[in-house]
């Protein structure tokens, strides 16, 4: 038994739908740019790219309902709505085939992003870090197990701030398909228990204010909303 200096971290989780469990984190990566109408509002050509990657800390999850403080060195916190996929079974260069056997539950997400400086960090070529992993960047309601509602192929996915539709999409029209995100990403990494992905967002990503409510639904799945103080 390691025996630590100072007490050790706590350990993220997410709520599970309908338990008293709690499913815990191990990492967090991200898709970017995965559905065509959001690559081209982005500025970027959506037939091109292989799908690519960047990571939040595990600690950057946040329940449905919280009320995360805006956050710092920002003046245009976006929302993005996104499927997220809890790894149960983890493997490294899985098939495409397999992939989905290793998924436990999906979750609706909201993935966070500090705009300006994710613009600024991609005008001087720096690292996103900072733009997407902040504290408490990284919202996800409730998880559904495979066991009880299967693998979501299509489903409408929006994002409201304060009840206005901002984002409105169909989880059909990712461009790399869950297993296919699972399976390019376990060739870069050893996926294990606990990874969470964040398979992307469609069109319509824009500002969260001070003290305004955003809330991510995805059809069939639990809402996740969070207000930012
Ligand atoms: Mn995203």
Redesign the pocket.
């Known amino acids: 038994m390691t025996r630590f200096i100072l007490p050790a971290p706590k350990t993220p989780s997410v709520e599970i739908f309908e338990s008293d469990a709690r499913f815990a984190v191990r990492r967090i990566f ?3 740019r ?1 559905y065509a109408e959001h690559a081209r509002e982005m500025g970027a050509d959506p037939d091109r790219e292989p799908p690519f990657f960047f990571t939040k800390p595990a600690d950057a999850v946040v329940d449905d309902a919280a009320y995360p403080p805006y956050p710092p060195q920002t003046q245009n916190l976006h929302h ?1 709505a ?1 499927l997220v996929v809890a790894i149960g079974v983890g493997g490294a260069k899985i098939a495409p085939d397999q992939a989905l056997n290793h998924v436990w539950g999906y979750a609706t997400g909201n ?1 966070l ?1 500090r705009r300006d400086l994710q613009a600024a960090a991609k005008e001087k070529r720096r690292p996103w870090d900072m733009s ?1 992993g902040f504290d408490q960047s990284a919202a996800c309601g409730a998880l559904h197990p495979v066991s009880a509602i299967g693998h979501p192929v299509r489903g409408r996915i929006t994002a409201h701030v304060d009840g206005d539709l901002r984002q409105d999409g169909d989880i059909g029209d990712l461009i790399w398909p869950v297993a296919d995100v699972i399976a390019y990403l376990s060739n870069s990494v050893t996926l294990a228990t606990g990874d969470l992905i ?1 398979t ?2 469609p069109a319509g ?1 824009g500002p969260i204010g001070r003290g305004e409510s955003c809330t991510v639904a995805i059809d069939g799945l639990s809402s996740v909303t969070t207000t930012y103080v």
């Open positions: 991200c898709v970017g995965n993005e996104e993935d992003t997407k964040y992307g967002t990503v």
